[in-house]
């Protein structure tokens, strides 16, 4: 069994940051990656970001990019997402996940574990 759990998230004003952390347990994830995806009300959860467990490879939404921030602490099995400059449009549930693959984890289809998600929400 596998457990993903996200902490951090909150209320924010626009402009402002908060940090996103996963903590992954029950298996080692040396050859998975990670990664954020959101859903906001009445919309498709779309992804976020996504960062292999080996090497520098991270891959960005087009919307996040620049703004946010994607790590992990392989000792620790966590996963993190700093994001900065926040906008009311980044108001969603965010959930963790992982796959197999640094492609695999991009889709939500092909994600093989979630968290419960944690909600963020980014006043104007």
């Known amino acids: 069994q596998v457990q993903l759990v996200e902490s951090g998230g909150g209320l924010v004003q626009a402009g402002g940051s908060l940090r996103l952390s996963c903590a992954a347990s029950g298996r080692t994830f040396s050859s998975a990656a990670m990664g954020w995806f959101r859903q906001a009300p009445g919309l498709e959860r779309e992804f976020v970001a996504a960062?292999?467990?080996?090497?520098?490879?991270?891959v960005y939404a087009d919307s996040v990019k620049g703004r946010f921030t994607i790590s992990r602490d392989n000792a620790e099995n966590t996963v993190s997402l700093h994001m900065n400059g926040l906008k009311p449009e980044d108001t969603a549930v965010y959930y963790c996940?992982?796959?197999?693959?640094?492609?695999?984890?991009?889709?939500?289809?092909?994600?093989?574990?979630w968290g419960q998600g944690t909600q963020v929400t980014v006043s104007s």
């Open positions: 960062i292999a467990w080996t090497g520098p490879y991270t």
């Open positions: 996940a992982a796959a197999p693959s640094l492609r695999g984890v991009r889709n939500p289809v092909t994600c093989d574990y």
